[in-house]
């Protein structure tokens, strides 16, 4: 039980190092789009979110070049990504509050999850209540990662649809995709457990 202590810590020490990562990063992408959109905004509408695309060059499409100062010569290079602006459709802003609600849920789901560890702690494991704090918290992260993801492809395909590059054709948004393997597996370990709850209360009542 000591070294379950132990990593309860660790567990909730990495987590919230990883939500401040998280925050901070965001924190500076939210600074960053604030004063490119304060210098811009004149020309570029409030209706209007940034997007990444991921573009390649048409077969006919000549090369640009730029000056290597180590190989004194200029060197060919062509565009891979452009980040520009689109206008999704009206879906977005019932994402935009799903993705808030998500948010705020989690933050109940992270203090759930404390308990969690807490009750495990004193040796309340297998318990009906333990069962509803894990789920919380799994699914409520879940809930943010699908609203995240439903936001990128709903702006991504509209940048897709309303942007042309002469020269180039555009693939697909270059937004970055959530790690779906780790969604998965707490889901299917919160599962288990609640399975397991569920099997320890019929063999008391068979007791």
């Known amino acids: 039980m000591k070294k379950f202590k132990i990593l309860g810590i660790i567990a909730i020490i990495a987590m919230v190092a990883n939500i401040a990562v998280n925050f901070e990063s965001g924190w500076r992408s939210f600074k960053k789009g604030y004063e490119e959109g304060a210098r811009s905004h004149n020309t570029i509408p409030d209706n209007l979110y940034p997007i990444s695309l991921e573009v390649v060059p048409i077969e006919k499409t000549a090369n640009d070049s730029i000056f290597n100062p180590m190989a004194e010569r200029k060197i060919p290079y062509q565009v891979s990504e452009i980040t520009t602006y ?45 069962v509803w704090r894990i789920r919380f918290f799994v699914y409520s992260y879940t809930a943010i990662v699908i609203s995240m993801e439903l936001f990128a492809w709903i702006a991504g395909n509209a940048a897709v649809a309303q942007t042309q590059i002469p020269g180039y054709q555009i693939i697909d948004h270059a937004e970055a995709s959530p790690a779906w393997l780790p969604v998965i597996m707490m889901i299917i370990l919160a599962e288990c457990f609640a399975i397991g709850v569920k099997m320890k209360e019929e063999q008391d009542l068979t007791i």
């Not at 019932?94 to 040796?123: D, E, H, N, P, T």
């Open 86 to 130: 689109t206008q999704p459709s009206k879906w977005i802003t019932l994402v935009i509050i799903i993705s808030g609600l998500s948010m705020f849920a989690f933050i109940f789901g992270f203090c759930f999850f404390i308990c969690f560890l807490v009750q495990v702690s004193k040796r309340n494991v297998f318990c009906e209540a333990n």
